[in-house]
Nanobody
Framework: QVQLVESGGGLVQPGGSLRLSCAAS????????MNWYRQAPGKERELVASISNLGGRTNYADFVKGRFTISRDNVKNTLYLQMNSLEPEDTAAYYC??????????????WGQGTQVTVSS
């Protein structure tokens, strides 16, 4: 079965950096686009970044452009999110998500358990 397991969250000071990882299994990783979403308390889940199945195309939400970088390693079946210049507003649970087959875009069916990112001094 499809499994997505996030790691790398934690507490960081404003201006700091974190790298999230998502280990994928149970499907052919290099045939699906992948996404990172986040959800802050009391807010709806929002799409942060997307990457196509072979990694050649990416999309970012305006609120992370220039600060976050999505990438993937199709040999290790792992998705990454490098987060720099973190702000308190980035505090949220971050979720890995499987996107569409052989494309880039949002996904609806498979989610990880989430990893908490807290940005605070």
């Amino acid at each position: 079965q499809v499994q997505l397991v996030e790691s790398g969250g934690g507490l960081v000071q404003p201006g700091g950096s974190l790298r999230l990882s998502c280990a994928a299994s149970g499907f052919t990783f290099n045939t699906y686009g992948m996404n990172w979403y986040r959800q802050a308390p009391g807010k709806e889940r929002e799409l942060v970044a997307s990457i196509s199945n072979l990694g050649g195309r990416t999309n970012y939400a305006d609120f992370v452009k220039g600060r976050f970088t999505i990438s993937r390693d199709n040999v290790k079946n792992t998705l990454y999110l490098q987060m720099n210049s973190l702000e308190p507003e980035d505090t949220a649970a971050y979720y890995c998500n499987r996107g569409p087959y052989w494309d880039l875009g949002p996904g609806h069916d498979y989610w990880g358990q989430g990893t908490q990112v807290t940005v605070s001094s």
